[in-house]
């Protein structure tokens, strides 16, 4: 039998608006600025010409709103999986710019001990586990046609790492996951056969 071939596009969400520039993690009401509409509609009008049959994305709104354009550009609504979440984060809401904020107290220090875990957050095993089950049901909703899963960062990183059995911790500066950009994994029935990244909006 010929191997049905599937594509699922993990994409991080648009720029958020986020003027106290805090670490807002799973905070609920931080939407997308005027920048990162604009990001979500530029990835929207690549994805026009693809042949996407399933759109799911993170429950937070800034999630749902990338999203949006992308579902409607194919006459499909947006499904919600939870497990394309946020990570966990103790310094959740919370400044932590280097030299100011939560990282400047001592007594936060001790959340700081193992980065590779990490201590401060959501296990990145954690992580991979859940991102992974996402897009597996995002393919198998998907099959022989395109998927599109809207997530954040350290998710879809992490999702990255464990797919091309790379180690889960990294420095977050090393993350290949900017803004709106799409990590794209090629399947040949249940088989990941390839990835790919792209950004698609800019930067």
């Not at 191997?3 to 958020?16: D, K, L, N, Q, S």
């Not at 400047?104 to 193992?114: M, Q, Y």
């Not at 909703?141 to 809207?150: F, L």
């Not at 998710?155 to 993350?175: G, I, K, S």
């Amino acid at each position: 039998m010929t191997a049905i071939p599937t594509v699922v596009h993990v994409m991080r969400h648009g720029e958020v608006h986020n003027p106290e520039k805090i670490l807002y993690g799973r905070l609920p009401d931080y939407h997308l600025s005027e920048r990162g509409r604009a990001q979500a509609a530029r990835v929207a009008e690549w994805l026009a010409s693809r042949d996407v049959s399933y759109v799911v994305a993170s429950p937070l709104e800034r999630a749902q709103e990338t999203a949006a354009p992308i579902a409607a550009a194919h006459g499909l609504a947006v499904s919600t999986d939870p497990e394309l979440i946020e990570s966990e984060n103790i310094f959740e809401g919370q400044r932590v710019s280097p030299g100011d904020g939560a990282l400047r107290d001592p007594r936060n220090w001790w959340h700081l001990r193992n980065p590779r875990t990490p201590s401060w957050g959501e296990p990145y095993s954690h992580i991979a586990e859940r991102m992974k089950r996402a897009v597996y049901r995002a393919r198998e909703a998907a099959a022989g046609h395109e998927a599109v899963c809207v997530s954040h960062q350290l998710p879809v990183e992490t999702l990255r790492r464990a797919m091309t059995d790379r180690p889960l911790h990294h420095f977050p500066t090393r993350r290949m996951c900017n803004l709106a950009s799409v990590t794209s994994f090629y399947f040949h029935d249940g088989d990941c056969v390839g990835w790919g990244y792209s950004e698609l909006a800019g930067q």
